[in-house]
């Protein structure tokens, strides 16, 4: 596999995911253990004072994560997160974020993922550590490639 065959397996694979496609999410690039997703920033995503929602912020680092699991082929869901916000988001300035995921270690049952948030000029927003279970194989992405 290659990383443009994985980055249009995981595509068709978010098709089918109702809260990715309802935040805007969007895989960009893809390795195998490491994935760039975006979020598009609009006025449904912010908070009273005009920023980004920090659970907006978490979907897309969580979003980020199980994607960057699927590079391995590995289905998951969260089982601990830990988000650290570094900078808000004001929506009328920027009108995107990006969030790469990184493997850190995967284990037979978990996988421990960094994922960093930054803004289209590479502004350092936020930073999440999760650890991901794995509940299920995707066959169609190899462990290794």
Same mark, same amino acid.
């Given at each position: ?6 980055? %249009?397996?995981? *595509? #068709? ?5 109702? +809260? ?10 893809? %390795?195998?253990? *490491?994935? /760039?997703?975006?979020? $598009? =920033? ?15 912020? %978490? ?11 699927? #590079? ?6 969260? /089982? ?11 929506? !009328?300035? =920027?009108?995107?974020?990006?969030? %790469?995921? *990184?493997?850190?270690?995967? #284990?037979?049952? =978990?996988?421990?993922? $960094? ?8 502004? /350092? ?7 991901? +279970? *794995?509940?299920?194989? $995707?066959?169609?992405?190899?462990? !290794?490639?």
């Amino acid at each position: 596999m290659n990383p443009q065959q994985c980055l %249009e397996t995981l *595509r #068709t694979i978010f098709k089918d995911c109702g +809260f990715a496609n309802f935040c805007g999410m969007q895989i960009d690039e893809t %390795e195998c253990g *490491r994935a /760039l997703l975006h979020m $598009d =920033m609009d006025s449904d995503k912010g908070n009273m004072a005009g920023y980004l929602h920090g659970g907006a912020m %978490e979907a897309l680092i969580d979003n980020a994560a199980g994607a960057v699991c699927l #590079t391995i082929g590995a289905h998951v869901v969260t /089982l601990h997160s830990d988000v650290s916000y570094i900078k808000g988001v004001p929506l !009328k300035t =920027m009108p995107r974020i990006f969030a %790469e995921a *990184r493997i850190m270690k995967a #284990t037979h049952h =978990m996988i421990f993922v $960094d994922v960093v948030v930054r803004s289209g000029k590479e502004e /350092l927003l936020a930073r999440g550590n999760m650890v991901m +279970f *794995r509940n299920g194989t $995707d066959t169609r992405i190899p462990e !290794k490639w």
